[in-house]
């Protein structure tokens, strides 16, 4: 599943028009269907990377526990002042979209 993901992320970023120099997979510790990627581009800024994996709605409280989990994974990876984007294999709520945005996230469709 992690090798599909990193070529189709790889292809979604150059789409978007986003270089990266360095892309590594981290895993969380968790059985929930998450991948989180840390990379970095040619100006050594960070992007993190959260590809989120489910059959039901994306909704405000799953917000708040994906914030609380990336605590505790940026605890353990050092990451710096960056972004955050997440792909979501799900539909979302229109409040969780506007939430996200509001935390500064970015979101896209990850087919």
């Not at 940026?74 to 792909?87: C, T, V």
Request: include cysteine; charged fraction near 35%.
């Amino acid at each position: 599943m992690i090798k599909n993901s990193f070529s189709k992320l790889n292809r979604t970023l150059l789409e978007k028009g986003i270089v990266l120099r360095k892309l590594k997979n981290i895993t969380p510790p968790t059985r929930k269907k998450i991948e989180v990627f840390l990379g970095t581009d040619i100006d050594d800024f960070y992007y993190l990377f959260v590809i989120l994996d489910r059959k039901s709605r994306f909704l405000q409280k799953d917000i708040d526990d994906l914030e609380l989990f990336l605590q505790f994974i940026l605890k353990e990876i050092n990451f710096r002042k960056g972004k955050k984007i997440l792909f979501l294999k799900a539909p979302i709520c229109n409040k969780a979209k506007l939430k996200l945005k509001e935390k500064g996230w970015k979101n896209y469709d990850f087919v």
